[in-house]
Antibody, heavy 118, light 107 residues
Framework: QVQLVQSGPEVKKPGASVKVSCKAS????????ISWVRQAPGQGPEWIGW????????RYAQNVLDRVTMTIDASTDTAYMELRSLRSDDTAVYYC???????????WGQGTLVTVAS | DIQMTQSPSSLSASVGDRVTITCRAS??????LAWFQQKPGNPPNLLIF???TLQSGVPSRFSGSGSGTDFTLTISSLQPEDAATYYC?????????FGQGTRLEIK
């Protein structure tokens, strides 16, 4: 069955970086995009960006464009999302999901809590 | 950017009630509209995609309609397990965006 398994919770200081992984299984990794969203406490999901599982092409949200990098490792069917220069308002649960533009988001990772605090 | 506006922001209904949640896009998004259900501590769960297509495994009491800018999620007969927050999502182009959510409480 399709699964997306994310890495564990992280606690970071302001200004640090975090890298969250999303390991896919149960489907052909290169056939689908992986999207990333985050959800701050009590808020709705906020789109961060998207990476093609086939080409590695990316598209990022404007508000994190200069701080985020998404990559894939096709040898391990794993997607990564790195966020730099962390701020307190980056504190959120980060999710990966299978899907991108024009395609449904039908499977999600379990979420990774990233806490930014001094 | 296209804005997604959901209403109501919260509602309370009884078991067996018919419940309707609406989502309006600020521009035409054709049928690139999905509905998600989210319960505390869990990721969103896809209910409806392409505005009206029921995702596999989702109970048939859930249905979606609409096209262009106005969309509706309907629960035909509310069940206790339907207590959750519901989000619409437009996924036709960047930036992908979600509605602000509708919190559904069971009376």
């Amino acid at each position: 069955q399709v699964q997306l398994v994310q890495s564990g919770p992280e606690v970071k200081k302001p200004g640090a970086s975090v890298k969250v992984s999303c390991k896919a299984s149960g489907y052909t990794f290169r056939s689908y995009a992986i999207s990333w969203v985050r959800q701050a406490p009590g808020q709705g999901p906020e789109w961060i960006g998207w990476i093609s599982g086939y080409t590695g092409d990316t598209r990022y949200a404007q508000n994190v464009l200069d701080r985020v990098t998404m990559t894939i490792d096709a040898s391990t069917d794993t997607a990564y999302m790195e966020l730099r220069s962390l701020r307190s308002d980056d504190t959120a649960v980060y999710y990966c999901a299978r899907g991108g533009y024009y395609s449904k988001w039908d499977y999600w990772g379990q979420g990774t809590l990233v806490t930014v605090a001094s | 950017d296209i804005q997604m506006t959901q209403s109501p922001s919260s509602l309370s209904a009884s078991v067996g009630d018919r419940v309707t949640i609406t989502c309006r896009a600020s521009q035409d998004i054709s049928d690139y509209l999905a509905w998600f259900q989210q319960k505390p501590g869990n990721p969103p769960n896809l209910l409806i995609f392409a505005a009206s297509t029921l995702q596999s495994g989702v109970p048939s009491r859930f249905s979606g309609s609409g096209s262009g800018t106005d969309f509706t999620l309907t629960i035909s007969s509310l069940q206790p397990e339907d207590a959750a927050t519901y989000y619409c999502q437009k996924y036709n182009s960047a930036p992908i965006s979600f509605g602000q959510g509708t919190r559904l409480e069971i009376k």
